[in-house]
């Protein structure tokens, strides 16, 4: 008989508790990080294997210098117990009624720049007000592979400039928005609120490397007038701000973003004399929590949110 007959054999003698210990070692592909994941410690995830490996009667995982390596047998299952467990969550999600001032759970949301600049603040104060138990775990979505982690169940959200990569997603847009130019309070291109096309062809620019918003439409606004933007710095995000302060530099960067960040620091957004592109804020999610109480609470928090921008 082979080991998945075996398995269809014994699972009711099997501890359910041992499968989300798998799955998290064959999502994080060490022991250490699925302890951590699971706020285990490390020698309850070994014994949590060994008990499983005696059940399955198979080594499950093997150390290798890439870190905990699952056997073919277990590569077969890491998906199947992965939607599975998915399946039970949002199941017993949805079976209980979603009450926020007295849920206490947690939400993984993935942002980017942009979102993290205008939406993070408002979306947290929001979330406090209502439901006090509830904790956001904002992360960064540059290096993420957010088809992939909101399939896995680790995300529950992703907010950025993105649109659905498949069927087995849904997206709603959040708002749009056009650029802006943000340089340090009293500059001398700022004038009435607004740079003009002159100010932008002989000022230095610091471009951001960091925010992925392409600021190209410049250079082909300035080209048909016969100037041309010189770009002094190339930097991060988090360098705009001081840099900018200290110089007589300006930064085309999305407009909401731009007014948030004059809110409390030395510079100023002000406005392009010019139409810019648009750039679109929206919201991403897996279908498969579509009807969960708890998700449709926070997508509608969010919305309201961007609504108030």
Do not use: C
């Not at 989300?20 to 250490?32: D, L």
């Not at 009624?97 to 993290?116: L, Y």
């Amino acid at each position: 008989m082979d080991q998945i007959g075996a398995l269809g054999m014994n699972w009711r003698t099997l501890d359910l508790n041992l499968l989300t210990v798998f799955n998290a070692v064959g999502q994080e592909r060490s022991a250490t990080r699925a302890a951590a994941k699971l706020n285990m410690t490390q020698p309850a995830i070994s014994h949590a294997l060994t008990r499983l490996r005696g059940s399955l009667h198979d080594e499950l995982f093997v150390r290798s210098p890439d870190g905990m390596e699952p056997t073919p047998y277990a590569e077969r299952l890491i998906g199947p117990v992965r939607n599975a467990l998915e399946s039970l969550r949002a199941a017993l999600d949805n079976a209980a009624d979603f009450v926020p001032a007295t849920a206490d759970r947690s939400f993984v949301v993935a942002v980017d720049n942009r979102s993290a600049i205008v939406l993070a603040a408002p979306l947290i104060a929001a979330v406090a007000a209502e439901a006090p138990s509830v904790a956001l775990d904002l992360r960064p979505s540059g290096t993420l592979d957010l088809a992939e982690q909101l399939d896995r169940g680790t995300l529950d959200m992703a907010i950025g400039g993105l649109a659905a990569p498949a069927e087995r997603f849904s997206d709603r847009r959040l708002f749009e928005e056009g650029f802006a130019a943000l340089v340090r309070r009293g500059h001398p291109a700022a004038v009435d609120g607004a740079v003009d096309l002159e100010a932008l062809g002989h000022y230095p620019h610091l471009v951001l490397s960091s925010t992925r918003e392409e600021s190209d439409f410049v250079d082909a606004e300035l080209s048909r007038h016969g100037l041309h933007r010189r770009i002094a710095v190339r930097a991060p995000l988090l360098a705009a701000i001081a840099s900018l302060a200290q110089s007589d530099m300006i930064a085309i960067i999305s407009e909401l973003s731009a007014r948030e960040l004059s809110r409390n620091a030395p510079v100023e957004a002000v406005r392009l004399s010019f139409q810019t592109p648009r750039l679109v804020t929206a919201m991403l999610w897996h279908r498969r929590l579509e009807g969960v109480g708890a998700h449709q609470w926070l997508r509608a928090t969010v919305q309201r949110v961007a609504r108030a921008l």
